[in-house]
């Protein structure tokens, strides 16, 4: 038996375990374990939206989990056979390796969208920076971006709080975006975009450089999953108010939740009532928290603290310029690219793809 096949495999043996190793397997395992015992639970369909997504999380580690331990039973195997010395089996376990290779490529792949969060659905804001009524232009062009990229890719978009701008465009807006591996595929858009072009609101049609905000995170919408204490949080009604300051019903529909200890506020009127209003502050506030959680690595809510202010705008990820010349480039990937127009309308996919390809290899 040609010992090339045997030296494949072991190779492939080895870059599977450093796979698994990443992606903390067994840790998976145990938290597929660990659903597979609530689902068992007399008690499990009591709370049916919980019991729904537990069971989607519980399908999705299992498909995971096969996937890989399959793999690993097939590498087996061409190493047991490898060891004959039989030449009859050579083409067909030079095909096996061929086909494992395959398989291998993809689950590193997919090994990209491997955190926790990456399944989850995304809250997706985007508020008007520097640049006046330039920038609030450019924040509803960054809206049409999103919006045209989540088409493509029959993504559903919600738009849950919107501030209009006082001649063009947003000052802000926050919506819901509903597909596969949304925050996955979402989550490098976070930080600070800039646009340089000419102006088209001023008289002499100068170069105008604008800033917008875009913040993404995952949608967190269970209290398992983020406990909130009633006493650290302000609840204000109003009324809802529409563009140019018109009421858009008669009750005090809008709601305002701030978590006292952060800092942290959420302002909901899009819904028809009070309590849709109050349901949606509150995912969208138990979401920003969990971020934070994340980002400041505290298991316990009460050490956060609220996100830095002074830092805003000191976080730009992506220029886009269509003044003196066409362009637009990522400042972490060094991914550019001329096609302007395309990006606008939503054609993101390959600064996307140089995003995830720059997180630190599986293997």
């Not at 190779?11 to 660990?34: C, M, N, P, V, Y």
């Amino acid at each position: 038996m040609d010992s090339e096949i045997h030296e494949q495999a072991l190779a492939l043996q080895a870059k599977l375990q450093k796979l698994l190793d990443k992606i903390g397997f067994d840790k998976l395992s145990e938290r597929q374990k660990e659903l597979q015992k609530k689902i068992a639970a007399p008690d499990f369909w009591t709370d049916n939206q919980s019991a729904r997504r537990i069971s989607k999380e519980h399908a999705d580690l299992t498909k995971r989990a096969t996937n890989y331990q399959q793999l690993k039973k097939d590498i087996d195997d061409v190493i047991e056979l490898s060891e004959l010395d039989d030449p009859k089996l050579e083409d067909d376990l030079t095909r096996q390796v061929e086909s494992i290779n395959s398989q291998m490529t993809k689950l590193i792949e997919d090994s990209k969208f491997s955190d926790p969060y990456d399944e989850r659905d995304v809250i997706l804001s985007i508020f008007a920076g520097a640049g006046g009524t330039d920038a609030q232009d450019w924040a509803q062009k960054l809206v049409r971006m999103y919006k045209r990229w989540a088409d493509n890719h029959n993504y559903q978009v919600k738009v849950l709080d919107e501030s209009p701008g006082e001649e063009a465009g947003i000052k802000s807006i926050t919506m819901e975006v509903k597909g596969d591996l949304a925050y996955g595929n979402l989550k490098g858009e976070n930080g600070v975009h800039r646009l340089v072009r000419l102006s088209p609101y001023n008289s002499d049609n100068l170069r105008q450089t604008s800033f917008a905000k875009v913040e993404v995170i995952p949608r967190i919408n269970q209290p398992d999953e983020l406990s909130l204490d009633e006493k650290d949080l302000r609840i204000d009604v109003y009324h809802s108010g529409g563009h140019g300051g018109q009421s858009v019903n008669t009750t005090d529909s809008a709601v305002r939740i701030t978590h006292i200890p952060t800092g942290i506020n959420v302002a909901i009127q899009n819904e028809r009532s009070q309590l849709q209003n109050k349901e949606a502050a509150l995912t969208i506030l138990r979401s920003k928290l969990m971020q934070l959680k994340l980002e400041q690595h505290q298991d316990e809510l009460s050490k956060i603290k609220g996100p830095n202010k002074s830092a805003e705008w000191g976080n730009q990820i992506r220029s886009y310029v269509l003044h003196p010349y066409k362009q637009v480039k990522d400042l972490r990937t060094q991914y550019e690219t001329v096609n302007v127009d395309k990006v606008l309308n939503g054609e993101i996919d390959d600064l996307i793809k140089a995003y995830l390809d720059s997180l630190p290899a599986a293997v």
